[in-house]
């Protein structure tokens, strides 16, 4: 059955550091974008950043930019993203995605052929 699962999540001070994970099993991320959303309570789900299977090509929200990394192992079948400098606004369940090419743009929640069940990451002093 092909699945996404995050990992990485938990309890961080402000200007503190996670790396989350996205595993894909019963597929191949080679050849998929994979993106990264993030749902904060009574907000909408948004799109964090995305990496693409061909080219390479990243984006990263203007909120993330600068502090938030992604990248890809694909000999793990993972997609990885290095958050550092953490704000409490940042504090969200945060969920990976998986298409071939998603119709509606990295940043929709449309188009997506998989996701993950979310992790929860909470920035708190």
């Known amino acids: 059955q092909a699945q996404l699962v995050e990992s990485g999540g938990g309890l961080v001070q402000p200007g503190g550091s996670l790396r989350l994970s996205c595993a894909a099993s019963?597929?191949?991320?080679?050849?998929?974008?994979v993106g990264w959303f993030r749902q904060a309570p009574g907000k909408e789900r948004e799109g964090v950043s995305s990496?693409?299977?061909?080219?390479?090509?990243?984006h990263y929200a203007d909120s993330v930019k600068g502090r938030f990394t992604i990248s890809r192992d694909n000999a793990k079948n993972t997609v990885y993203l290095q958050m550092n400098s953490l704000k409490p606004e940042d504090t969200a369940v945060y969920y990976c995605?998986?298409?071939?090419?998603?119709?509606?743009?990295?940043?929709?929640?449309?188009?997506?052929?998989?996701w993950g069940q979310g992790t929860q990451v909470t920035v708190s002093s």
């Open positions: 995605a998986a298409d071939r090419s998603p119709w509606a743009g990295w940043d929709s929640t449309l188009g997506w052929d998989y």
């Open positions: 019963g597929f191949t991320l080679d050849y998929y974008v």
């Open positions: 990496i693409s299977s061909s080219d390479g090509s990243i």
